[in-house]
Nanobody, 118 residues
Framework: QVQLVESGGGRVQPGGSLRLSCAAS???????????MGWYRQAAGKQHLLVAS???????NYAGSVKGRFTISRDNAKNTVYLQMNSLKPDDMGVYYC?????????WGQGTQVTVSS
């Protein structure tokens, strides 16, 4: 089992920045089994959409709408994944969920709200 704790959401004006963090904890076997870590966004009334992901080797993948504005990174020593969000737009609003995958099982965080509004 892997437990995920997210932090860093909040309210920001358009053009502002936020940094999300997601710390994973659990048994050594589970933690060492994590390969992919990522962030998904769920806007009101919509499905989860991938925002960004990063593999254990550091390969990244971004949704087209956030390329050049968001940066995903991970600290394997801290079992933590980050999402630096710059130049935020109202379309970026939603609940952001951390997801980690062992290749067999996916684990999701509780979600953190990001509001972009003037």
């Amino acid at each position: 089992q892997v437990q995920l704790v997210e932090s860093g959401g909040g309210r920001v004006q358009p053009g502002g920045s936020l940094r999300l963090s997601c710390a994973a904890s659990g048994s050594s076997y589970s933690i060492n089994s994590i390969n992919s870590m990522g962030w998904y966004r769920q806007a009101a009334g919509k499905q989860h959409l991938l925002v960004a992901s990063i593999t254990s080797g550091g390969a990244t993948n971004y949704a087209g709408s956030v390329k050049g504005r968001f940066t995903i990174s991970r600290d394997n020593a801290k079992n933590t994944v980050y999402l630096q969000m710059n130049s935020l737009k109202p379309d970026d609003m939603g609940v952001y969920y951390c997801r980690v995958s062992t290749g067999v099982t996916d684990y999701w965080g509780q979600g953190t709200q990001v509001t972009v509004s003037s």
